[in-house]
């Protein structure tokens, strides 16, 4: 696709009217902006666009429009599926720049906020007025980046993901119309459902560039444990009990023995070197207390040690950043390597054997890989750690790759629970969806993006 | 558009051919097929195909798109917008008759059914279990159907709408074409939201044959309670901070003081003619307590009177069918008349303010119209009580209807919370999502269904 530059000088010269020296020519940054935080090889835009408006980005996307030229949305470039790679060279547009809150509702728990915020950000904003946004994907992503790729994250077993928790978008579309979907009512029959396609379209339909978004006031009692397991198998089978029996707990996150001695050294901790189970318990004093309760007999019927408790903040967030830093620390297994990480997310039955088969299958391949998963939804990760250099070493993290793909998806599983498809897993979606279906989603595209220009190459596999 | 019959008679060989004689062409067949449950006028279909799977609704939609023959789904009739009117003649798919419970995992909490299973068959058929489904509308729709129509209810406020609780779907698309969408997994990121697209698109883009839902375990404990408030601010303004400090509570309905008497008189209770609130509690044995006691505070603060309880299963039955009953309950009122019920939906701070206006507008008019809510979602349905043969009363509650819209999107709500667009709301379309978002859905409409022959005159305006 890559055969021409797409920039043309004409075009080029409108944008600098449009956005001054916010249009960025500097190979340093196009190469920054072509790259995501995974394995994926990086793909320069020929230019970045710092936009501040949705009126710029509809202006900037108008301009490109009419010149053919390719655009590639940006938000904090932490994809892991190589959403950001300019395949087809052009525009890249990097919405960090509009980060402003724009409007907090304690009275309806809701908030707009400008695609570029941040999940930090917005939580920092918040946390005085007693509210908190619960999507938490561990990077500290932009929330427009969280909605195009239907991001979730450890929350999401009790608060659901980004496709529970828009109410509502402002989008641009291909020939730079601006789109308001959803609203502020917390449910509506009216007119398909634009959001929800918005969401999880990885900026192949349109530019999110604000937000309407859920809130939740900060629970009476939050309590955070760890608990090690004498084996995978018998951490995985307490997970799928305690989902069984309803325990409404915020976060059940599983990290395998080798995630929890690359967290022992990358954070300077002292976790008994065996999967371990990380808890949240969100609700009131009583009810905090009685779901640890439950959970504590299941833990302990499959052999789990004895919790260890974090109750005050700072000793939660310090646990906490430990699991977010989960992908860091693997990295740091091997100098000079790149993380490959994957995801794919099956029904809570299937976690067992999906989980020990995985980790079966990369000792077999002789790879260094942890396994961790938000595994109260089903959904587990594993992070090859590769050399992108060794053909040999990334032909058998691509058969693991594969065969857990195919494992989850024989589940009536999914090839990714919350990375998203990018280019990584577009080889995967017939297989998972069938070729009507992805032909459905093919006319989608084609009738929203006719000339093809938002991010081309992404989530649709060519014909 | 019904200036010619579109069911030709080669096309009619056809599909007796299929079906014998389940393809039935009696005018009472088809007049109840052409009619919901409210005062749009009936208008049949020139035939009704009684299918029994997804092949032979595959089949029909092929030979209809071969024959340009429109169609319309129906499932249980209980639509309340005129979504199941032919305007446009030709064959209405009836899947009532599609009703088997496919599957059922209580290890995965999710099960499979046909289109045509109803809400409450598939509770009876999960008691024994320990399971429900929770969306519960009212009427005993089918589960097709409330998908169809993004349908919510009582419970939405705690367990979501369809929306939030089919995993995947079957569909059959206009060419008869089936795809699957979703599967089985509790969240993913691969592609396009094809299940949520299909999801209130009101059998416009496909016909849903099968459902995949997400169920729950009944809870440990349960209980309902009824409340009585001096006046109609005092009960809304006692929900919204209910709401607003986010008790868990698994239903909240207000029922204003027209239709507590109503209901007294439909239902042989005796309730104070008040506007009266109903809750139910779903948690621990507990949590249950807790819950009640923290609704119990607040309730007393808005003047409340004290909690009439019915905790054993058969008090709670009498107490929500009474409640289900309240649309018949309504049309009780006059006799002679029919129900033109509208809903909307705001956001919970603006709910007091938009159902005394509401409640205003209608007395203003002097029409007979009860008022009813799922107002912990800040949902609320008026129930006109109208005679469709006299113009002046229609005009009325057309104007308060109208009202109500423009109050609701004024707010940042919607013209429909749960009932749909139907033929009923299209006018309201353009005023809530704008010119552009409409424009979109026209495009999907027309790329997914490009002779325009599923349900047609249904949601998208004319040009």
């Given at each position: 696709m890559r055969n021409k530059v797409r920039l043309s000088d004409s075009l080029k010269a409108a944008l600098v009217e449009i956005l001054g020296d916010r249009l960025n020519l500097s190979a340093a940054i196009c190469e920054r902006h072509g790259?995501?935080?995974?394995h994926h090889p990086a793909m320069p835009p020929e230019a970045v666009a710092f936009v501040h408006s949705t009126e710029e980005v509809s202006a900037v996307m108008k301009l490109c429009y009419e010149h053919d030229c390719p655009v590639v949305p940006f938000g904090a470039?932490?994809?892991?599926?190589?959403?950001?790679?300019a395949v087809a060279g052009g525009v890249c547009i990097d919405l960090s720049e509009m980060a402003n809150i724009l409007d907090v509702s304690d009275g309806d728990l809701d908030c707009r906020v400008q695609a570029g915020v941040t999940r930090k950000q917005i939580n920092h904003h918040l946390r005085d007025k007693g509210l908190f946004f619960p999507i938490d994907p561990g990077a500290d992503a932009s929330l427009g980046g969280m909605a195009a790729t239907r991001a979730s994250g450890t929350n999401a077993v009790r608060y659901g993901t980004m496709r529970d928790n828009v109410l509502g978008l402002t989008v641009v579309l291909p020939d730079g119309e601006v789109i308001k979907t959803g609203?502020?009512?917390?449910k509506s029959s009216a007119g398909y459902d634009l959001t929800r396609l918005m969401v999880g379209s990885e900026g192949t339909l349109g530019i999110i560039t604000e937000l309407q978004l859920r809130l939740y006031g900060i629970p009476e009692a939050i309590s955070s444990a760890v608990c090690s397991f004498p084996n995978l198998e018998a951490a995985v089978d307490a997970v799928m009990l305690i989902v069984q029996v309803g325990v409404p707990v915020a976060r059940i996150e599983l990290l395998d023995e080798v995630q929890m001695d690359a967290v022992n050294r990358y954070s300077k901790l002292s976790y008994p070197v065996t999967p371990t189970l990380f808890f949240e318990f969100h609700g009131t004093e009583t009810g905090v207390v009685e779901q640890a309760e439950q959970v504590g007999e299941i833990v302990n019927d499959y052999g789990g040690g004895d919790f260890q408790w974090a109750s005050e903040q700072e000793d939660r967030n310090r646990l906490w950043q430990a699991r977010h830093d989960a992908y860091y620390a693997g990295i740091n297994l091997r100098s000079g390597c790149e993380g490959w990480p994957t995801d794919v997310c099956v029904p809570v039955s299937k976690l067992s054997e999906c989980i020990l088969k995985t980790r079966e299958l990369i000792d077999k391949e002789g790879l260094v890989a942890p396994i961790i998963g938000h595994?109260?939804?089903g959904n587990f990760h594993v992070l090859f750690i590769v050399d992108p250099a060794n053909t040999d070493e990334m032909e058998k993290a691509g058969r693991v790759n594969q065969a857990m793909v195919d494992m989850a998806i024989s589940y009536g599983g999914t090839c990714t629970g919350e990375h998203g498809i990018g280019m990584g897993k577009k080889k995967y979606l017939v297989k998972e969806h069938g070729d009507n279906a992805v032909s459905v989603m093919r006319r989608i595209k084609q009738a929203l993006d006719p000339k093809g220009?938002?991010?081309?190459?992404?989530?649709i596999p060519e014909v």
């Open positions: 790259k995501g935080e995974s470039g932490t994809s892991l599926e190589g959403h950001v790679a609203g502020r009512a917390r595994v109260g939804d220009l938002l991010n081309p190459g992404k989530i």
